[in-house]
């Protein structure tokens, strides 16, 4: 080991000059930075860290070995400050290993330069080698340790599934959820754990809808989930074109184009699904006796032949309604359709999306019920008005600002009931001036009776929500069991995490609800409830987020998150928006779950749930400040927009309310685009559906497509990453599942967990694949559509595998 002797010859050289300037800069950003973080009540480590950095520096500018043994000292104190914080955690151990190591192998090769007669350039060159084989063996086992347990699946529950769609799965995929009970099942066993590793791809589609100009800069996201009825598969792209296809060789029969303006584009060009519905009595070759149902983004319902594709003549004027009479005035993208209507007892339910964050006056996110033969208009919900049986009185106009549903109803057709998950008020991140209505009806499950469009009961998950954690996801009608009988539920996944299990026939919660209390804090003390209501059932929230939980690369983007960790408002899950400083949203506003919903196996009894794992770091800006900043105005207003950049994230200007938005959803830094929590970002979990015990739980998504500065890794590591999308599940034991951010999908073992098959795909798969049979053959089919949000790539194209024959 080198001792320093003075009296040695003090080498200097080019390569020692360079790691003596990296480490001293390295020493000066950490010594700072970390005095700070220490005044701050953080972490003393890196100011320790960084003071011996400058030293070991300058003794090695110096040409003295002992700037070699101050950085062992380093590197030694890295380690063990890491296991102490961290344990076995790789990925948090990540940024007290890698970097230190990479330094180390540097200054390692200082010393044949600076005692050239004790250390020669194999034996430092095996010395090197040595460390990064010993931190290679490491990195392994901590891996093999940190492999989660596997549960047993449960007792087969049921002989067979029920469901009170109509329409259910089996050869057929008739509904958006499989049906309009959303279990996402298939009873199709063809495709088992055996032989899935041989599935191979029987036809690809290209839709040719894609963004003008180059896709990296599009607002594209399909998110499109294909129907299957009968011998025909149906489609619609991103901007609603409706497509049929033969759905054994991918052959187009007809495609319908609604001729969307790209100005009524909102956040995303999204069409997740489309509605199949079958006119009672009619005659099978008469003109619209089925008939394919969609929303578009321009807020039409518009209704087309099954057989042809051409517009239902006798469907509201020319085959299309709008959505928006009633609304008064409506700027293009402030109101679109994304998600499929939901048809119970022959009406069309749907809500529609109000682009977020505009203003507090933002169009009404009333709920409408339309006859599904002649579009005439059924019922309007109208929250803040429900003595409207349909439209308006003459000169008035539906309620601004009230919670949308923007997402996937369910249904029951033997109750009457349709479940609507919804959304917030405008303006989210401010209360001030929301109505009782609205507090008592935002964040919400409504079930609404089908045949008059009035409430029969509400859950409320969320009270006077100011964080976006709007219900994404379908609530799922399953029979539960329950003291040797069923009962009637639905189970219903939120963005905060929790899971709750409901008696769908009066909404009275079948395991305990808790109400517990949350912090009082922010801008609007006085409103924040004092509890919110916790399941007991199951939630896929994580604890409460700590320093050590701040993650990066390397221990200066660590300490960045870490400064910024200390400086933030955070006082656990539901702490309120500040405007003097930034606040912590964790989960952030992506979940939880979101759309992609939850699968469920109803025979086997197991709850498949994939889910995100990432704070938000936000802050109200004042009206003043966003004015001298000049951040967008309203869509349709001068200087409006959707979503202005601010720096991986969000400038929304909230008109109508004290304060703009800032939001960094995932909380990313600047520059390096890394998010500031330890991976893993994103998850998949398996639940026991009788007692909400977890099975097994992954992470979700390998690292390939994620890198510093937006550059792809391309390692197969899996991170666990943010996802958006759902899954299937079937009779044959597999999980279909895409929707994370590296462009796979894969076929995972019900029972373990473990991936057995995944291809990659030409673009993101931000979609819900769809399993049907053809000519006795099964068949899987994903929308590899991209989305930007995820910053997944665009694409066009539906992919469709089966076994060989």
């Known amino acids: 080991m080198p001792d320093g002797n003075d009296a040695l010859p003090r080498a200097r050289s080019l390569l020692t000059m360079i790691v003596a300037a990296i480490l001293t800069l390295i020493g000066l950003i950490l010594s700072v930075g970390g005095a700070w973080l220490t005044l701050l009540g953080g972490s003393i480590y890196y100011l320790l860290a960084g003071l011996l950095l400058i030293a070991s520096g300058v003794f090695l500018f110096r040409g003295r070995t002992f700037g070699v043994l101050l950085f062992l000292v380093v590197y030694v104190m890295s380690v063990i400050w890491g296991l102490a914080e961290a344990g076995l955690d790789g990925w948090a151990l990540l940024p007290f290993t890698v970097g230190p190591t990479v330094l180390l192998l540097l200054v390692l090769l200082t010393l044949p330069i600076l005692q050239p007669h004790r250390w020669r350039w194999p034996t ?104 299957k009825v009968g011998d025909t598969l149906y489609l619609c792209s991103a901007t609603n074109i409706l497509i049929a296809l033969d759905p054994a060789t991918g052959q187009q029969r007809w495609r319908y184009d609604p001729q969307i303006s790209e100005e009524w584009i909102p956040y995303t060009a999204a069409c997740r699904g489309v509605a199949y519905y079958a006119v009672p009595g009619a005659k099978a070759d008469s003109s619209c006796a089925a008939r394919v149902i969609e929303g578009t983004l321009d807020g039409r319902i518009i209704a087309v032949d099954a057989r042809t594709g051409r517009p239902c003549a006798g469907f509201g004027t020319n085959g299309a309604i709008d959505i928006k009479r009633g609304m008064g005035k409506v700027a293009p993208g402030m109101v679109s359709i994304t998600s499929p209507p939901t048809i119970i007892r022959g009406v069309i339910v749907t809500g529609h999306q109000v682009l977020d964050g505009q203003k507090r006056s933002a169009p009404s996110g009333v709920i409408q019920g339309f006859d599904a033969v002649t579009g005439a208009k059924r019922w309007a919900w109208d929250m803040v008005n429900p003595q409207w049986a349909a439209d308006p009185p003459k000169g008035e106009e539906y309620a601004r600002g009230t919670p949308n549903m923007w997402t996937i109803a369910s249904g029951d057709e ?229 979503m202005g950049d601010a720096g991986h994230g969000s400038r929304d200007p909230q008109a109508g309310t004290p304060y703009a938005i800032a939001v960094n959803p995932g909380w990313r830094l600047p520059l390096t685009s890394l998010l500031c929590k330890r991976p893993p970002y994103g998850g998949i979990r398996a639940i026991d559906m009788r007692t909400g015990n977890t099975i097994w739980d992954r992470p979700f998504g390998t690292a390939r497509r994620n890198g510093p500065w937006g550059i792809p890794s391309m390692l197969p590591v899996n991170i666990g990453t943010p996802n958006n999308g759902g899954a299937v599940v079937t009779a044959g034991g597999i999980i279909f599942i895409a929707a994370a951010t590296d462009n796979l999908i894969r076929a995972i073992d019900l029972r373990t967990g473990k991936t057995l098959w995944q291809d990659t795909l030409p673009a993101g798969g931000q979609a819900t694949p769809t399993v049907y049979e053809a000519n006795g053959k099964q068949y899987l089919t994903i929308m590899a559509g991209g989305h930007h949000f995820m910053e997944t790539p665009i694409g066009d194209a539906l992919i469709t595998y089966a076994l060989p024959d």
């Open 414 to 642: 033997a109750l009457g009931l349709v479940y609507l998950p919804m959304g917030n008020s405008a303006a989210d991140y401010w209360s001030g001036s929301r109505r009782p209505q609205e507090n008592a009806f935002s964040t919400s499950l409504v079930a609404l009776d089908v045949m008059t469009g009035k409430p029969r009961w509400s859950f409320q998950t969320v009270r006077r929500d100011v964080w976006d954690y709007d219900l994404g996801a379908q609530a799922t009608l399953v029979d539960f069991p329950s003291g040797g009988t069923s009962v009637p539920a639905l189970i219903l996944p939120s963005k905060q995490g929790d899971i709750y299990v409901l008696d769908r026939r009066t909404g009275r919660p079948i395991f305990p609800v808790q109400e517990r209390a949350v912090p009082r804090t922010g801008v609007e003390p006085q409103l924040r409830s004092p509890t919110q209501p916790f399941s007991t059932y199951h939630t896929l929230a994580f604890p409460k987020l700590e320093e050590r939980d701040m993650w990066g690369m390397s221990p200066i983007d660590q300490m960045i998150c870490r400064i910024q960790f200390r400086r933030a408002e955070y006082r656990g899950m539901y702490t309120p928006p500040t405007a003097d400083k930034r606040f912590v949203e964790y989960p952030g506003y992506n979940g939880g779950t979101d759309w992609g919903g939850i699968a469920i196996d109803p025979v086997r009894g197991v709850i498949i749930a994939n889910y995100n794992n990432m704070p938000n770091y936000n802050r109200l800006v004042p009206r003043a400040e966003a004015d001298r900043r000049g951040w967008p105005k309203p869509r349709g207003e001068v200087r409006g927009g959707d």
């Open 124 to 227: 430092v060159l095996g010395f090197a080698g040595g460390m990064l084989l010993i931190l290679v063996v490491a990195g392994f086992i901590i891996s093999r340790v940190n492999q989660p347990p596997v549960g047993l699946l449960p007792a087969l529950i049921a002989s067979t599934v029920a469901d009170p769609s109509p329409l259910r799965p089996g050869t057929d995929w008739p509904a958006y959820g499989g049906s309009y009970a959303a279990q996402r099942y298939s009873p199709l066993g063809q495709i088992t754990p055996d032989n899935v590793g041989k599935l191979e791809r029987a036809w690809v589609y290209h839709t040719r809808d894609m963004p003008k100009g180059d896709p990296k800069d599009s607002k594209y996201g399909a998110e499109t989930t294909a129907l």
